[in-house]
């Protein structure tokens, strides 16, 4: 009898484990019935239990890029896809885009991956701490705060080009790695105001970072890592972890350094308001605790120098296959500058008017960002569809930049359609390289005088010629948290001839 009664107890046990884990499973299911039933009323692919559509996009993160466009060209302007569980709702709607970036704030639910770099700063916090973060952070992004930036990213511009110089062999070079060591080095002596010359380790933070984007991006196509314990036993989660430790020593490098100079700033209004003297500003009056402050550097950094480094890098490729419009802009450079070597100044900078244009059309085609994700917390309908609470919304900015009702033969690179009166025809939404709604990028306008400086001061000096590509349709994209060109903006140079 014993003998018996313990062999009924294992399975007795099985019955039971087999039971609870039904009845969870059906407890799950029952609670997201309304997403499932509105799921089934969109377009898409055919799904798999708990993969989703993962199996799609298995061959990495840039086949899911192409992969994910594809889905974009032979789908209606909304469909879905699922990612393991959660279900994404893709746009490329200029009215959906405008309702829901505006109506819904918290980002996706993918962005938690990135928190071991990101930190939990005001670019991809959730809404409660982003709220009171941004009145606290705002003060930052004045205007005459920002203008008094320029001399400095006009010397960080100027060794830039002398690196170019020293490195360039006369057959090709790669200006992107470059263009973002020396935007890291401006954002020191700006945001930072921290003398770059003392940073060190600029390269391999950079490495790090890339890296870490990449890894990010695996794991949102591998529904088996989302659950913590096994991310946190797998290859991809121990190099993740790895990546995090080296990446946070060089943000601590850039507090220590500011620490030194704190007293230094006392006598000037500009300078106190600068974004990292202003944050310890906070720490002091305990606002913030010391990992805000670097959370919030850390996003600073990356959100301001990682963007507008690939935008300039998309820049010059486009100028490079159109030598007309890069002629067009050198013409207004030697109408501002004649043939003055002098330094750019802000007024310099606000002449550039085609330069902006051209900068514009850039990110229309080469939007950094090339999609926007929110988490939905409530059911919205717009025209006959329903967006349901739960769901994730993909607005898919590079495709509505290319839709040719919006942007007439949109693979043409025209810089007039950025003329005042063109725009005013568009729909706002048309064109969102930097977000919209009260979570767009609050630097737009500092990034703009970045990329001015950035194309301006060696264009004053050079021509830009394409090693390989003969149209922008043959560039090839790495797309990890950014995109960014392949080829990490290889070109040709030559000495101009004015």
Excluded at 458 to 484: C, G, H, N, T, W
Aim: charged fraction near 25%; hydrophobic fraction near 40%; charge should be positive.
């Amino acid at each position: 009898m014993l003998i018996l009664a313990s062999a009924t107890i294992p399975k007795v046990l099985v019955s039971i484990l087999i039971t609870l884990t039904v009845t969870l499973l059906l407890k799950y299911f029952w609670n997201r019935r309304w997403l499932y039933y509105y799921a089934a009323k969109l377009p898409g692919p055919l799904a798999w239990p708990l993969l989703g559509n993962g199996l799609a996009f298995r061959q990495g993160r840039n086949e899911f890029y192409y992969q994910l466009l594809r889905h974009i060209d032979v789908n209606p302007t909304v469909f879905r896809l699922w990612f393991g569980p959660y279900l994404h709702i893709i746009t490329s709607r200029p009215k959906d885009a405008d309702q829901l970036l505006t109506n819904f704030l918290e980002k996706s639910s993918f962005f938690r991956y990135g928190d071991m770099c990101f930190g939990n700063g005001l670019v991809t916090s959730k809404v409660d701490v982003w709220r009171g973060r941004k009145k606290m952070i705002i003060p930052t992004f004045n205007q005459k705060i920002l203008n008094s930036y320029t001399d400095a990213l006009q010397k960080h511009s100027k060794r830039f080009v002398s690196d170019v110089e020293r490195s360039y062999d006369g057959n090709s070079i790669q200006l992107l790695p470059k263009i973002w060591n020396h935007a890291l080095n401006g954002f020191c002596e700006t945001f930072a105001d921290i003398d770059a010359d003392l940073v060190v380790g600029q390269d391999q933070y950079l490495t790090n970072v890339r890296r870490f984007e990449e890894l990010v991006l695996e794991r949102c196509l591998k529904p088996w890592l989302y659950p913590n314990f096994t991310f946190k036993h797998s290859p991809l989660g121990k190099e993740t972890t790895k990546l995090s430790e080296n990446i946070w020593p060089f943000v601590t490098q850039l507090m220590n350094l500011k620490k030194m100079t704190l007293c230094d700033n006392s006598d000037d209004d500009l300078k106190k308001k600068r974004h990292l003297n202003h944050l310890f500003s906070l720490l002091a009056e305990k606002y913030m605790e010391e990992e805000d402050v670097a959370a919030e550097l850390q996003n600073m950094i990356l959100a301001s120098t990682e963007t507008t480094s690939y935008s300039s890098g998309f820049t010059f490729l486009a100028l490079a296959m159109h030598p007309e419009i890069q002629k067009n802009v050198q013409n207004e450079l030697d109408s501002i500058f004649g043939t003055s070597d002098r330094d750019i100044t802000l007024e310099d900078v606000i002449n550039m008017e085609y330069l902006e244009r051209v900068i514009k059309e850039s990110l229309r085609l080469f939007p950094s960002v090339p999609f926007v994700m929110r988490n939905m917390d409530k059911t919205i309908e717009i025209d006959s569809h329903v967006f349901p609470a739960g769901a994730d919304i993909v607005v898919a900015i590079m495709n509505i930049h290319m839709r040719p009702d919006l942007w007439p033969d949109p693979w043409k690179f025209d810089p007039d359609r950025f003329l005042p009166e063109e725009t005013e025809k568009r729909h706002r939404c048309a064109f969102m390289p930097f977000g919209h709604g009260s979570r767009v990028c609050a630097g737009v306008k500092m990034a703009m005088t970045m990329m001015k400086i950035t194309l301006s001061t060696l264009l004053r000096k050079y021509d830009v010629k394409p090693v390989s590509y003969k149209s922008l349709k043959e560039i090839q994209l790495d797309y990890a948290v950014f995109m960014m060109p392949k080829d990490e903006c290889q070109v040709v140079l030559e000495k101009r001839k004015k």
